[in-house]
């Protein structure tokens, strides 16, 4: 994502967006985790598989996050929390404008 500024331009990887949104999803009330905790997810999954990062020609950011719940948590409410927070923080760090997040259950504990 290139941003221009007053004093020239800025570059902003996926990756760093990628740091961004796994930090706002741990800062919210409700997941407990943002992966499996099988040993053959563990094995395979990555970050990168954990929080999936997509920007298309127009510099729409689309992110995909998948997280376990806790226990006793109202699943609908969590979810528009960690949208907030995820759009907020990128807004607010990142300068993304145009930002859509999808959150996916996988699991409650």
Request: hydrophobic fraction near 40%; proline fraction near 1%; aromatic fraction near 8%.
């Amino acid at each position: 994502m290139k941003m221009q500024t007053e004093f020239g331009e800025l570059d902003i990887t996926l990756n760093a967006i990628r740091k961004l949104v796994y930090f706002a999803i741990l800062e919210t009330y409700g997941p407990v985790n943002i992966s499996s905790d099988s040993w053959f997810s563990k094995l395979v999954s990555s970050e990168e598989g954990r929080v999936k990062i997509q920007e298309d020609e127009f510099g729409h950011i689309k992110v995909d996050a998948f997280v376990e719940l806790e226990y006793g948590t109202k699943i609908s409410e969590v979810g528009r929390n960690i949208i907030e927070n995820v759009k907020h923080k990128l807004k607010t760090l990142a300068g993304c404008d145009n930002v859509e997040v999808n959150v996916h259950v996988i699991d409650v504990k």
